[in-house]
């Protein structure tokens, strides 16, 4: 079936710097991606959308990609602040499950001042 | 404009007891889902919904979860019996639609439930 997978390991970086989050799929391109933040105690909370069709999107300091050929998506924090800081989570849709959305298992972002 | 709620925010219960929690979506929203958190995972798919109707329920384990969405609107998702394995936290979620090519989910803040 098809998987989605994130590194489990924290991912540690300095203020001001740009974070890069990494999601593999297996198989399959998956319909579309979906990145969402979540903090401790709190629901995950939705950041961006990405198509199959589409390369690259952008929101405020967030940067997705979309590689097929490598099966990846990548997620860019630039400008990194303390308050970002937190869980993110990669999510894919596939028509296999009826667009419902799958998620890894997430990589926990700690940026230090 | 309200987000989903969800109560209780916490539980704790007896293994063999049962459990029930309640999560009322974003107003208009179409589609229900309930998703299981154990720590250190990612959110699991229990059961979907769309309308009251169920879309997807593939991995929700039967002979002891149930849940139901009474008139297309809240829902509620019961453990009888429980067991250790099913400390976590339980996500409700809502979307417009069922698919995600309309957008994101809403997430509700959760119920913890802890197994004794």
């Known amino acids: 079936s098809q998987k989605i997978e994130q590194n489990s390991e924290a991912l540690n970086i300095q203020e001001g710097k740009t974070a890069t989050l990494t999601c593999n799929y297996t198989n399959y391109s998956p319909a579309y991606l979906q990145w969402y933040r979540q903090d401790p105690g709190r629901g995950p909370v939705f950041l961006l959308l990405i198509r199959e069709n589409e390369k690259e999107k952008r929101k405020e300091r ?6 097929t050929t490598l099966k990846q998506s990548l997620f860019h924090i630039t400008a990194s602040q303390p308050a970002d800081s937190a869980t993110y989570l990669c999510a894919q849709g596939t028509q296999e499950s009826g667009y419902a959305l799958n998620f890894g298992k997430g990589t926990s972002l700690l940026v230090t001042p | ?110 119920s913890r439930l802890t197994v004794l």
């Not at chain 2, 593939?58 to 453990?79: M, W, Y």
Request: charged share 20%; with cysteine.
């Open chain 1, 62 to 67: 967030l940067k997705v990609t979309f590689d």
């Open chain 2, 1 to 110: 404009e309200a987000g989903v709620a969800q109560s209780p925010r916490y539980k704790i219960i007896e293994k063999r007891q049962s459990v029930a929690f309640w999560c009322n979506p974003i107003s208009g929203h179409a589609t229900l889902y309930w998703y299981q958190q154990i720590l250190g995972q990612g959110p699991k798919l229990l059961i979907q919904f769309q309308n009251n109707g169920v879309v997807d329920d593939s991995q929700l384990p039967k002979d002891r979860f149930s849940a139901e969405r009474l008139k297309g609107v809240d829902s509620t998702l019961k453990i009888q019996p429980a067991k250790l394995e099913d400390s976590a936290v339980y996500l409700c979620a809502s979307s417009l639609m069922g698919d995600g090519n309309t957008g994101e989910l809403f997430f509700g803040e959760g």
